[in-house]
């Protein structure tokens, strides 16, 4: 089974530029997450998507960070304009949440690393 | 929110010795607390969770203990192995699945062979 998927690996950019990273989840996983992980830190949740409904963006610096999952399956991150405290590896993660085979694990991709200069 | 705290920061053990990290929790409300492991450049991959029914939970040589009233969770990894070296992160969260989950800062676990 494939895990999670995400693209790109690596991302440089100059601050001010847009950037955008996709994730494609597992197969029938319905609850989508993107996290932030600084360096030396754990995640941090910035978004949580029950099929195609954001239903937890408190988180998400709305200003400048966007999301959206598209017929509940990929989701893209997007942030415009970057600043240089964005630096950070952006994390997508599935679960199967609901029913018997609802355990509550997290798949996380291997994330995508974001460098501004 | 939650607050969850993680100690160490990094731990050398020899291979074969035991590692032990702790975490506590603030938000008297969270019964589901898993442990990630992370290996470098991939993402966190859940090893072993626990719910606040239980005080105890045993997988191999993996082992997580749990007390409510104390509000703190501990990791035990025995008979230590290379491949064990990464960095492991405990978390929290009102149940499993339904709610976010508050990540501890991370412990970076070296075995020395």
């Known amino acids: 089974e494939a895990g999670v998927v995400q693209s790109p690996r690596y991302k440089i950019i100059e601050k001010k530029q847009p950037v955008a990273f996709w994730c494609n989840p597992i197969s029938g996983h319905n609850t989508l997450y993107w996290y932030l992980q600084n360096l030396g830190q754990g995640p941090e949740l910035l978004i949580r998507y029950e099929n195609e409904e954001a239903v937890d963006d408190s988180q998400l610096p709305k200003d400048r960070f966007s999301a959206e999952r598209l017929k509940g399956v990929d989701s893209t991150l997007k942030i415009q304009p970057a600043e240089l405290g964005d630096s950070a590896v952006y994390l997508c993660?599935?679960?199967?949440?609901?029913?018997?085979?609802?355990?509550?694990?997290?798949?996380f991709g291997e994330g995508s690393r974001l460098t501004v200069l | 929110g939650e607050n969850v705290e993680q100690h160490p920061s990094t731990l050398s053990v020899q291979e074969g010795d035991s590692a032990v990290i702790k975490c506590t929790y603030s938000?008297?409300?969270?019964?589901?607390f898993p442990w990630y492991k992370q290996e470098l450049g991939k993402g966190p991959q859940l090893i072993i969770d626990?719910?606040?029914?239980?005080g105890e939970k045993k997988d191999q040589r993996i082992a997580v203990t749990l007390n409510k009233t104390a509000k703190h969770f501990s990791l035990h990894i025995t008979e230590t192995q290379p491949e064990d070296s990464a960095v492991y992160f405990c978390?929290?969260?009102?149940?499993?699945?339904?709610?976010?989950?508050?990540f501890g800062t991370g412990t970076r676990l070296t075995v020395i062979p």
């Open positions: 938000d008297s409300a969270s019964n589901y």
């Open positions: 626990i719910r606040s029914n239980v």
């Open positions: 978390a929290a969260s009102k149940s499993a699945g339904a709610n976010n989950l508050f």
């Open positions: 993660a599935s679960s199967l949440r609901g029913g018997a085979r609802n355990t509550g694990e997290l798949f």
